[in-house]
DNA sequence: GCGCGGTAAGTTGTGCACAATTGAATTGTG
DNA sequence: CACAATTCAATTGTGCACAACTTACCGCGC
């Protein structure tokens, strides 16, 4: 009878808790801008660039038209963004900020220092454990 | 007008990122078990070490009795658990594995070998990868 | 022009996460 | 003993993730 795996030697599990312990760190913090984490990805986004379609958004955060479809009309309920069917192709929505969304991105450019705060690694640290993490999201793409 | 920060330099997007495509990873091995990642979590618990009451295997996991109570009823209908109201105190719920959950964990051994083939990363790095990511939550966990 | 494969967004259904609340059982304290 | 505070599991409600499906629309080939 083969073993079974041990909990504490998963990689797997490690990054499900630590991902889960890094947005536990963001919420009061998102909270007081009214958005959850998910929400949050989508406003940094269009904040770089927009309008953005769905796909887009979709690509850039490895999210379908399942999740974001309710989460934007959820965002455009708190009059941070629009979406407007595109004249060319009707297929095609475009989501814009509203000024009020537009302006939420001062408010929220703290943000990040909170995790580094709270990370106890040191910023080289931090660092390279964002390119690794990189290259195995995008290695992992690939077997999949 | 401060910068709002960058979505491909956020530590948490690349946990997020890296978690969920793992998860993905594992997903079609799982389905031929019927489980899904926090199922295979919960059982990897109990083949270490059984019967356990709900409030270890969440402290164990992370996972509250919000998130466990549902699972475990979906793990007892497949009929790989049992859960007894314990005798000596009869708020607690002990959870025990039935013969046919017992039996699932030989064929749950090579899960992680998956992860590791996919990863792109040396055994050394996925290792140096875990550890640095159980120093990191332990550090959230404390901020929290 | 017509059909048809392909594409974009939305919908439905399942299963986590997590906050907040409930209800029952136990423990601690006067 | 009485009873308030605590503990444990379950429940309720919201918001992701993700698969599977639907609907509307585009563009290509004929």
């Not at 079974?4 to 990054?15: E, G, I, K, S």
């Given at each position: 009878?083969?073993?079974?795996p041990?909990?504490?030697?998963?990689?797997?599990?490690?990054?499900?808790?630590?991902?889960?312990?890094?947005?536990?760190v963001y919420?009061?913090?998102?909270?007081?801008?009214?958005?959850?984490?998910?929400?949050y990805?989508?406003?940094?986004?269009?904040w770089?660039?927009?309008?953005?379609g769905?796909?887009?958004l979709?690509e850039?955060?490895?999210?379908?038209?399942g999740?974001l479809s309710?989460?934007?009309k959820?965002l455009?309920?708190?009059?941070?963004?629009?979406?407007?069917?595109?004249?060319?192709?009707?297929?095609r929505?475009?989501v814009?900020?509203?000024?009020t969304?537009?302006?939420?991105s001062?408010k929220?450019?703290?943000?990040p220092?909170?995790?580094?705060?709270?990370?106890?690694?040191?910023?080289?640290?931090?660092?390279?454990?964002?390119?690794t993490?990189?290259?195995l999201?995008?290695?992992?793409?690939?077997a999949?």
């Amino acid at each position: 009878m083969t073993e079974a795996p041990r909990l504490d030697r998963q990689v797997c599990f490690a990054l499900y808790s630590a991902s889960r312990a890094a947005t536990a760190v963001y919420r009061p913090v998102l909270e007081d801008l009214g958005l959850t984490y998910p929400q949050y990805l989508v406003m940094l986004v269009l904040w770089e660039s927009e309008p953005k379609g769905v796909k887009e958004l979709g690509e850039e955060l490895g999210l379908d038209s399942g999740t974001l479809s309710p989460l934007l009309k959820r965002l455009e309920a708190m009059g941070l963004v629009e979406r407007r069917r595109s004249g060319e192709d009707e297929r095609r929505v475009a989501v814009h900020l509203t000024p009020t969304g537009r302006s939420l991105s001062s408010k929220a450019s703290g943000i990040p220092r909170h995790l580094a705060d709270a990370a106890g690694l040191s910023s080289e640290e931090l660092e390279q454990l964002r390119t690794t993490l990189e290259r195995l999201t995008e290695a992992l793409h690939r077997a999949h």
